[in-house]
């Protein structure tokens, strides 16, 4: 039995940054990895692979769709999908190994196996050999991590009929793809594969399209999609998929019931959401319950059971690798007894289309219905100098503000590169900035972080238009 200060289960952003961060403070961890490689669904199946081929298909379709010749760039592209599958694993490679390395440094044991509870203070491991091991610890993380929701009626095989990681690797480029769920796994991967020459139709059960997002950015967003030539029908559902021969039958239905139409397609994407992982856990041996989406639930990272902590994907909040490693690093701070938070009302949220969503705090929708009385500043890319330059004027930059006191309470943009710009608002929220103290600070000029401080002029009142 080997004995430790800290055990986490689960090698991905919120196990892994716990794991370095215990290293770092001193204390003795391991982290208990059941995958061949570290890095968990963002480095080996999420986010990492999903931005490789996002990359390199939105440069085919520029260098295919004339963007290219526009700019006076005469080129005749020919699509190597195995070179773009081999370039997009071998940068996913770096990056788990990426990981292992930091473990090294920072002397965290990588226990390889599935990890279990097995009573207080204890872990049980199983190796992919059948082999057993116990770790003993005070302390005990939880970072199982999610996995896809499945729906009823359509069984994934990654063949035909996939998920995330089986839309990460086809071996070809779909003549119809249908996408069930317009959320952001169906957006960013539908797009890949549009770009590369598939027709892909979305089916999404409600009315519009990524639900949690302000209405306005969602709708600009759709809007830009649309003309892309991403099909979409909204307010359906499928009930049912049947693999023939070399294709999919589906069949959709209105989301409030009616007449049943079929679909072909030559793959489906299933997108509906991921739900917390907990299969084989051992969440009984120490007395814990999951909430009845299949939560765990925490307070301030603690779950129910004495030195057990819960972080990331697993727990209540968004799915998202940026907050699964704030909380692994506040989770870490606190078992190391220091004073840690996370402040859940400012974690941006991104969408890498193109046109890029780029968000973080209140929508227009939330507020509206918290009563809250707020100003908007709203400023088009169309009179953004660089990016009327680039040709890429899609999108705004909306600033929400309280209308007493001037704080900025959310920020919403649909454009180009807003992915990297939304940490200058994170920044502003995170010192309870005013957007007049964003519209006073200088933006160098020509670049589309102007808009930003256009839109905070917005609010002030101050009309400047380019
Ligand atoms: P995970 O990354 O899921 O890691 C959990 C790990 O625990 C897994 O490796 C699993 O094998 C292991 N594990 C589970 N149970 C056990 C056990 N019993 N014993 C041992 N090991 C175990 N988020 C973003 O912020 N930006 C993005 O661009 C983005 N893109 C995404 C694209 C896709 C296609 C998908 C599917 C997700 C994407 N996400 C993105 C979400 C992001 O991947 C997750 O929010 C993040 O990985 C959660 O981290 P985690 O550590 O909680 O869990
Ligand atoms: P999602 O929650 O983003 O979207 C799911 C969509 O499916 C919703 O619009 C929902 O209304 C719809 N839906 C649910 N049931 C349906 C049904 N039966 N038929 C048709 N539509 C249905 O979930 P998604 O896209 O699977 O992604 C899971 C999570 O992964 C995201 O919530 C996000 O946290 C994370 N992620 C983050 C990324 C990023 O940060 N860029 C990229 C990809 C994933």
Redesign the pocket.
């Known amino acids: 039995m080997s004995v430790y200060d800290v055990v986490v289960i689960g090698g991905g952003p919120g196990g892994y940054n716990a794991a370095i961060r215990a290293g770092q403070l001193g204390l003795k961890v391991a982290c208990v990895e059941g995958r061949e490689t570290l890095g968990g669904t963002c480095l080996n199946v ?2 990492m692979p ?1 931005k490789a081929l996002l990359h390199a298909s939105e440069l085919y379709e520029a260098a295919m769709g004339g963007e290219f010749a526009n700019l006076g760039i005469e080129v005749k592209p020919q699509l190597n999908l195995a070179q773009m599958m081999k370039q997009k694993d071998e940068s996913v490679a770096a990056l788990t190994k990426g990981v292992e390395f930091l473990f090294r440094k920072n002397k965290v044991d990588w226990i390889k196996g599935w990890g279990r509870l097995d009573g207080a203070g204890r872990v049980r491991v199983t190796a992919a050999d059948g082999s057993e091991a116990e770790l003993q610890a005070k302390d005990i993380v939880i970072a199982t991590g ?1 996995e ?2 499945p ?1 009823p009626g359509v069984a994934i095989d990654n063949q035909r009929i996939l998920d ?1 990681t089986g839309a990460l690797s086809l071996p070809e480029v779909p003549r119809h793809l249908v996408v ?9 991967l539908g797009s890949v594969w549009r770009r590369l020459g598939s027709q892909v139709t979305v ?4 009315d519009r ?4 997002l302000d209405e306005e950015t969602g709708k600009t967003l759709q809007r830009s999609l649309a003309k892309q030539g991403m099909s979409f029908k909204l307010g ?3 009930t049912a998929a049947v693999v023939k021969d070399a294709g999919v039958e589906l069949s959709i239905e209105p989301a409030g019931g009616g007449a049943a139409q079929l679909l072909q397609a030559d793959y489906v994407l299933v ?4 739900r917390p992982y907990t299969q084989g856990l051992g969440l009984e041996s120490v007395g814990i319950q999951t909430d009845k989406r299949g939560m765990l639930e925490n307070q301030r990272h603690r779950s129910s059971a004495p030195g057990v902590w819960v972080i990331g ?1 697993v727990t209540s909040g ?4 940026h907050k699964a490693e704030d909380e692994a690093i506040a989770c870490i701070e606190q078992i190391a007894g220091r004073a840690a938070e996370v402040n859940y009302d400012v974690i941006p ?4 289309t193109r046109p890029e969503v780029a968000c973080v705090g209140k929508t227009e929708e939330q507020l509206k219905a918290e009563g809250r009385t707020y100003k908007v500043g709203k400023f088009p890319f169309t009179a953004n100098s660089r990016a009327k330059i680039n040709h890429e004027t899609e999108g705004f930059v909306k600033v929400l503000a309280d209308a007493h006191s001037d704080e900025i309470l959310g920020v919403h943009m649909v454009g180009p590169s807003v992915s990297e710009m939304i940490g200058e608002y994170c920044v502003a929220m995170e010192f309870a900035a005013s957007s007049e103290d964003i519209a006073l600070i200088c933006h160098p000029h020509p670049t589309r972080s102007e808009a930003l401080r256009q839109a905070a002029m917005g609010v002030e009142g101050w009309i400047m238009q380019a």
């Open positions: 999420g986010c999903s999610s896809p929701t729906l995330s069930i769920g317009a959320g952001v796994i169906g957006l960013e089916v999404e059960f409600l399209i990524c639900p949690g359906s559902k499928v997108a509906i959401g991921r994907d968004l799915m998202l690798a949220n991104v969408i890498y």
